[in-house]
């Protein structure tokens, strides 16, 4: 297994963004965004559908590369092959074998991360019992409901216990009761030292987050606590608030 | 209204999708004119090795569209008909002219006894021509020399399509988007299908070459493990072929449409049909076919019984092919991972 390479000093950023610029066919899809998420924040994005979240942490990841600006995580700069292994990403899509059975899928993946044998047993029990999803190991994945996929996808992506969790609209079709423990769980992960990025439409997601980064139009219009960002706004709640600003932010330019 | 609506969306999809429409109009035009080189090229001349033959007859082939040539000993004659430089010889032992054919090819078996026939007048006039042949027999059938060919035309094909749908399902389901977002390299990715498949196609290898010789009574005079070695190599090239083409394609349908691009040409120029009637630069397009290769290569072990060293050749061939395809997917790969 590659030894990692970033630096461990908890002063350096987990995610430090400088003047990232992303073009597809010439129409500018992210500009000029400089971000910085200290270790172990829970950061929410969150913008219109088509604002660039999905885009932006591709980036970060190093999945996707800039066209302008630098990308450094946990010190290192991207793309680098070897932070994969500090990563922990859920992609939007449900990107599961659909052939295989829950467990196949989450052996797979494990091992991709080198966890094999014991460990790798016991991963699959802690991730798959955080997403409620332990009895239904051996089903198929095609036999999955909607929300099924969308849990064993988070379980993958919490494995091999990432220093950092990027998450592309996790909860989508996740019923409340569940969608409440794993974000417990996210709090907690975060406590714990992990830095947790999130992307999310649910305003009530977006108010559990240390800080929130408000896009609009691949511009990051806003990046403060959720309450300060209301209070800013002048509105009394972060849904008006996110329509204020987007109405602002477009209205600049 | 519904089926309108239907059908204005299928052609407004079908102008958007360019290469579906090059295939719809261009393809059988490709088609058409492989088929009309192959078949409405030179006819086919056949080489005859003639050994101390009277002049009275030597005479006779003068003017015609075979190519003669005059050996003085037996040795130099039967090197050139091993080689395929030769189709036939043709000498006297007493009074009977006595005919070696090489064999392996049906119907140039007949071009050749059509010919000796036209203008020796042997039968009618009473001239008994005593046939032999070197490889196979009178009764090899056509199946029996390109069925060799045609073992070698499957696992390719099947194996490419297989290779081409399965690398392009994990593009479009998004589970290598996932893949590339583990610590997993390039390469790996490359030689992990490689394996995966590989194994599926040894025992496809495997079961073709089986069912070909014992189910469909083939002619084999061969080794076996050579047949499957070809049949293996041949199947790699199609499968680093296969997921190399797949980046290229954003659907299965457009994968079926690499068929006629790049399946069937090579089905032309592998020995199905034979080349000698093609035009001569023409047929230098064989030399980037993969399946000419294996295909020659099986049709020397089985009809011929070949060896390491004949076919050796072919071999290197063949694992270069696979080689070049792999490393270039690993570079394609990179469209979607940059490192
Ligand atoms: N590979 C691509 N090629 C061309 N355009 C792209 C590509 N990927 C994204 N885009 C464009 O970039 C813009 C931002 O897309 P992105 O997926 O980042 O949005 P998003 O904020 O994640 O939206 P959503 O909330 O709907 O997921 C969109 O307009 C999209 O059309
Ligand atoms: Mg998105």
């Given at each position: 297994?590659?030894?990692?390479v970033?630096n ?10 400088k003047?990232i610029s992303?073009t ?16 172990g924040?829970?950061f ?11 885009t932006?942490?591709k ?7 800039s066209?302008a600006?630098?990308?450094h995580?946990?010190g290192?700069?991207?793309?680098q092959?070897?932070m994969l292994q500090?990563?922990g990403y859920?992609a939007q ?6 052939e295989?059975?829950g ?5 797979f ?7 094999k ?7 699959i ?6 997403v ?7 089903r198929?994945?095609?036999t999955y ?5 969308r ?14 969790l990027?998450l592309?609209e ?7 009761v569940?969608?409440k ?5 996210l709090?907690?992960?975060?406590k ?8 999310t439409?649910?305003?009530?997601e977006a108010?559990k987050?240390?800080r ?7 511009k ?13 706004a ?5 849904e008006?608030?996110f329509?204020?600003?987007g109405q602002?932010?477009g209205?600049?330019? | 209204m519904?089926?309108?609506a239907?059908a ?26 492989l088929?009309?080189?192959v078949?409405?090229?030179q ?8 050994i ?8 006779k082939?003068?003017g015609?569209n075979a ?16 080689e395929?430089?030769l189709?036939a010889i ?7 002219p006595?005919?070696?054919?090489e064999g392996?090819d049906?119907?140039i078996?007949k ?6 026939q036209s203008?020796?007048q042997?039968?009618n ?5 005593s ?19 045609l073992i ?7 194996v490419?399509?297989l ?10 389901s ?9 610590p997993?390299r390039?390469s790996?990715?490359?030689l992990?299908?490689l394996t ?5 196609t ?9 069912f070909?010789?014992?189910?469909l009574?083939l002619?084999?005079?061969?080794n ?8 293996l190599l041949?199947s790699?090239?199609a499968?680093?072929?296969g ?5 290229f394609?954003s659907?299965?349908?457009?994968i ?7 399946i ?7 020995g199905?049909?034979n080349?000698?009637a093609?035009?001569p ?8 076919m993969?399946l ?6 099986m049709?020397?072990i089985?009809?011929?019984?070949e060896?390491?060293?004949d076919?050796q050749l072919?071999v290197?061939?063949?694992v270069?092919?696979?080689l070049?395809f ?5 570079l394609?790969l ?6």
């Amino acid at each position: 297994m590659s030894t990692n390479v970033h630096n461990s000093n908890p002063e350096i950023a987990a995610v430090d963004l400088k003047d990232i610029s992303r073009t597809f066919h010439s129409r500018t899809v992210l500009s000029n965004i400089s971000l910085s998420i200290p270790r172990g924040e829970l950061f929410g994005l969150l913008g219109p559908s088509g604002s660039g979240k999905t885009t932006l942490i591709k980036i970060m990841t190093g999945i996707d590369r800039s066209d302008a600006g630098s990308v450094h995580m946990l010190g290192v700069p991207m793309p680098q092959l070897s932070m994969l292994q500090s990563f922990g990403y859920m992609a939007q899509s449900d990107a599961l074998y659909n052939e295989l059975t829950g467990k196949q899928n989450l052996s797979f993946f494990g091992a991709m991360f080198g966890l094999k044998g014991a460990l790798l047993k016991e991963r699959i029990q802690m991730a798959t019992d955080l997403v409620d999803l332990s009895q239904h190991l051996h089903r198929g994945v095609s036999t999955y409901s909607g929300g099924m996929k969308r849990r064993l996808s988070l379980a993958i992506a919490l494995l091999h216990e990432p220093k950092l969790l990027i998450l592309d609209e996790p909860t989508i079709g996740i019923d409340p009761v569940l969608r409440k423990s794993i974000w417990m769980e996210l709090t907690a992960l975060s406590k714990q030292g992990v830095t947790i990025i999130v992307t999310t439409h649910a305003m009530d997601e977006a108010m559990k987050c240390d800080r929130l980064g408000l896009i609009r139009d691949g511009k990051l219009i806003a990046v403060n606590t959720p309450q300060a960002i209301i209070e800013s706004a002048g509105c009394s709640t972060l849904e008006d608030a996110f329509i204020a600003l987007g109405q602002k932010g477009g209205a600049e330019q | 209204m519904r089926i309108r609506a239907l059908a204005i969306r299928i052609i407004r999809q079908f102008l958007r999708d360019k290469r579906t429409l090059a295939l719809l109009f261009l393809a059988p035009l490709l088609i058409l004119s492989l088929m009309k080189l192959v078949f409405a090229g030179q006819s086919v001349s056949p080489a005859i090795g003639i050994i101390d033959i009277p002049p009275s007859l030597a005479s006779k082939f003068e003017g015609t569209n075979a190519t003669i040539t005059d050996y003085k000993t037996n040795e130099s004659a039967y090197s050139a008909l091993e080689e395929g430089k030769l189709d036939a010889i043709l000498q006297f032992t007493g009074d009977t002219p006595e005919l070696l054919l090489e064999g392996s090819d049906p119907s140039i078996n007949k071009a050749v006894l059509l010919f000796l026939q036209s203008s020796l007048q042997t039968g009618n006039s009473g001239i008994a021509l005593s046939i032999h042949y070197l490889h196979g027999g009178p009764d090899m059938a056509p199946f029996d020399s390109f069925g060799p060919v045609l073992i070698g035309f499957f696992s390719f094909f099947f194996v490419f399509i297989l290779a081409g749908v399965s690398f392009l399902r994990e593009r479009t389901s998004g589970t290598l988007e996932r893949l590339l977002t583990t610590p997993i390299r390039r390469s790996e990715v490359v030689l992990g299908y490689l394996t995966g498949f590989g194994i599926f196609t040894l025992l496809q290898a495997t079961l073709i070459a089986w069912f070909s010789v014992d189910v469909l009574g083939l002619y084999m005079v061969g080794n076996i493990g050579s047949i499957l070695l070809i049949n293996l190599l041949l199947s790699l090239t199609a499968l680093t072929l296969g997921t190399l083409l797949s980046s290229f394609a954003s659907s299965e349908f457009q994968i079926i449409q690499f068929i006629p691009i790049v399946i069937v040409p090579q089905a032309f120029f592998s020995g199905l049909f034979n080349l000698d009637a093609m035009n001569p630069w023409l047929q230098k397009l064989s030399y980037i076919m993969p399946l000419k290769y294996g295909a020659d290569a099986m049709k020397g072990i089985m009809i011929r019984g070949e060896g390491w060293n004949d076919y050796q050749l072919d071999v290197y061939v063949l694992v270069g092919f696979s080689l070049v395809f792999a490393i270039l997917n690993v570079l394609a790969l990179k469209k979607h991972r940059s490192m």
